[in-house]
């Protein structure tokens, strides 16, 4: 067996890297989805002031996950090919100029453009930082890192419903668009500008054997189109992808439908709802940042890299299934929303443990690809997610929707139990 380092001592130099590389992810990761919550945070706004229809608000709201899934396709190969630094900073600037024409929108063929054009741009920014933990972070430690990038998620939820109104209110509902497409151009600069990768020939020893490099050996080959195909081999990927389809569906039928569901079945007020929807996702903020630190100990005391994160996936995953039903069900208001306050806390932990599984399921050369195929599965699950929960609840009620979530994720935990059982092993010889 390989010798461990002696310590978990982090070298300076490469502390200090961890941390820029965690602040600006953070930060990115909050644009990005405060730039998607955008249009639901406007959408009473836009719909009057262009006459749209409930059904073409609808297809808004879902043409982002269509384009953002298809891209996860491609954009697994481009970052273990290309790297984090300037895929990443490519896609700020793509997605930013997208969310600030959104502004301009006046028809809704133009709306329909943009919010495609965000899915495109948005596309790296998680599996670019996968690939960012895998590069600066043992596998024993990056259960924390991801969570923390992962907290970004609800936490960009959680400020949209608080920080876009009061500016809509004070000037029109266009400026949200231009203020944080602005906020991307400027955070692309910062990433492009601050970030770097870790140079092998320039680590020193300790650096080395900290972040557990091979002296001997060279960094495997970035992965092609050859290793993207070989990924399909094997049924970790397929366990992947259906595992996050279902966590992920359940998830963006609380992240689409929460206000509408607050106000429709519930009863609530504008105001109680907007308090209301931010709650859970404050929880979701926890989740993840609870979960990263929890799934590295697991890991730890497991015999199994992949078993000991995949179990803290599976375990998050039931967790959620369990109180989506009572929330389905529950007559009270306040249990209701404590109920899907746990579900999105454990839906944030589920994404953040399953990130951390994808860079040690993968092998060297495809933590991007592998990470990148993970989440077109997932949001495949987010793209469904909206447009089903909508006819269903419309056709029949709430319950039913929320309940064929909690199947979903049901059946995303079993395929994370069952597929995912052992490492990929490095493709370098199946793609010569």
Known sequence: MPN????????????RSQ????VLLVVCGVINYLDRATLAVANEYIRADLGLTL???????SAFSWSYALCQLPVGILVDKVGPRWLLGIGLVVWSLAQAAGGLAATF???????IALGIGEAPQFP??????SNWFPARSRGTPTGIFNSASPLGVALAPLCLPPLIAATSWHW??????????????????????????????AERAYLEVDDAGQPAPPGGLATWRALFRYRATWGMMLGFFGSVYLNWVFLTWLPGYLRTERHMDLAQAGIAASIPFLCGFAGALVAGWASDRVARMSASKVAGRRNAVVVATLGMVAFTIPA????????AVACISIVIFLANASSAC????????????GVGSLGALQNFGGFLGGALAPVLTGYIAQTWSFVPALLTGAAMAFAGAMSYLFLVVRPIPELESQVK
């Open 4 to 15: 461990r380092p002696a310590s978990d001592t982090i070298p300076p130099r490469i502390r």
């Open 19 to 22: 941390a820029i590389s965690l």
């Open 55 to 61: 059904g073409e608000m609808g297809v808004l709201l």
């Open 109 to 115: 063929g133009w709306f329909l453009v943009v919010r």
């Open 128 to 133: 670019a930082a996968a690939r960012v933990v």
């Open 176 to 205: 949200a668009f231009f203020v944080t497409g602005a906020l991307g151009i400027v955070a692309a600069i910062a990433w492009i500008g601050i970030y770097r990768d870790p140079v092998r020939d320039s680590l020193t020893a």
């Open 328 to 335: 389905a069900l529950a007559e009270s208001n306040v249990v």
């Open 354 to 365: 399953a990130w951390s599984l994808a860079t040690v399921v993968a092998p060297p050369s």
